[in-house]
């Protein structure tokens, strides 16, 4: 029995609060002088969530989102972790259903698609991956392999 009020206005507050979340690491991140931050949970995971949970997808279309895309725009690099949802089931301890699991998945790679992200495949193993990321941060910032970064925040 949950209240109607928040029920038709729920996701829109979680969306409002990771976009203030941002917008605080982002201002902390500049008065601390960080160069790089590295989110492992992002906007796009709160759209793909709240979708999930509403079974709305017009919420991809909203006000709201469209915001978030223009974040996701913005950030120097975003990128998809994709897995077959049998290994998601076995990691992941807080999905109900494989169900879920193939929505959220199909959901991923519908916005990958959409925003241009690309999709890199999550049964890499995590050097290997980390690798990944870390070459193309390094290109897209002009960084040699031997120079220090400054510092480095992970979120």
Sequence with gaps: NQD???KATGHHLLIIDMLLYYIFIQLAAKLSR???LIFDRFFIDALVDVTYETKNKTILQSFLS???YLH???VSYCAILDIPPEIAWQRKKDIL???EISYKREL????????GLP?????LPPKKLCEIILATIERIHNFERDSRYGKLSYL
């Design 72 to 74: 996701v725009k913005r």
């Design 97 to 99: 259903s494989m169900r």
């Design 4 to 6: 109607p009020l928040l």
């Design 66 to 68: 469209k915001i978030v």
């Design 34 to 36: 960080v160069d790089i």
């Design 108 to 115: 991923y790679k519908a916005l990958a698609t959409v925003l």
């Design 119 to 123: 999709v890199l495949s999550g049964i």
